[in-house]
Nanobody
């Protein structure tokens, strides 16, 4: 019923910048928190950044000052601008959205992920 699709991943050199985006579609009434998670090979998925419906962001310490999360409620999209990238940022990046399906139900949805590789 609800689908999240990420885009914008790719290969970037250390110190470079890259932006990823996520679009939600389907039977969506509204979306509360949205966020970006990442998972590196052999590691557990971790929160990178999140943002409330009103636009208040939260960042992991490892990315604070380098990454910026934003959202467009009219388009049901969330984006992550990444700069000063290092090989430690290499991971599959997943978007997450807390979708309100009706006046009483809320459910978390995940995208399939987009690969970000930082390498020289």
């Amino acid at each position: 019923q609800v689908q999240l699709v990420e885009s914008g991943g790719g290969l970037v050199q250390p110190g470079g910048s890259l932006s990823v985006s996520c679009a939600a579609s389907g039977s969506i009434f509204s979306i509360n928190d949205m966020g970006w998670y990442r998972q590196a090979p052999g590691s557990e998925r971790e929160l990178v950044a999140s943002i409330t419906r009103g636009g208040m962001p939260n960042y992991a310490d490892s990315v604070k000052g380098r990454f910026t999360i934003s959202r467009d409620n009219a388009k049901n999209t969330v984006a992550l601008q990444m700069s000063s990238l290092t090989p430690e940022d290499t991971a599959v990046y997943y978007c997450n959205a807390a979708v309100i399906l009706n006046m009483r139900l809320q459910r978390n949805y995940w995208g399939q992920g987009t690969q970000v590789t930082v390498s020289s």
